[in-house]
């Protein structure tokens, strides 16, 4: 029972990894950004998307992520190709969207 709530535990971790550098990949990949600075305010630090519309039948950007490990990428308009396919992500934990609009 142990080895299998661990490799569900294993599985979870490597499935929220995936989807946090697919975020961190599709944010890189924005044209319009800005910056905005750390949680204690001062000089600017990283980019965030000022607004992006996605709909039905948009074409992916042609980026690489990690799949599982860091060094094994997968291109996401290459895997989605011709298919039909589900993408989605969690705001990084301590985010100010994690901690003011996520709801547990």
């Known amino acids: ?17 995936a989807a946090l550098a697919l975020t961190h990949a599709l944010l890189q990949a ?25 709909a039905e039948g948009d074409t992916l950007p042609s980026i690489e992520i990690d799949e599982g490990k860091p060094g094994e990428g997968v291109n996401v308009l290459e895997l989605f190709k011709g298919k039909k396919g589900i993408l989605f992500a969690v705001p990084g934990a301590f985010t100010p969207t994690c901690s003011e609009k996520h709801l547990p």
Do not use: K, N, Y
């Open 1 to 17: 029972v142990a080895a299998a709530m661990a490799r569900d535990a294993r599985r979870s971790v490597l499935a929220l990894l």
């Open 30 to 54: 924005l044209p319009a950004a800005t910056f905005v600075g750390g949680l204690r305010g001062g000089a600017a630090r990283r980019p965030v998307a000022v607004a992006r519309r996605i």
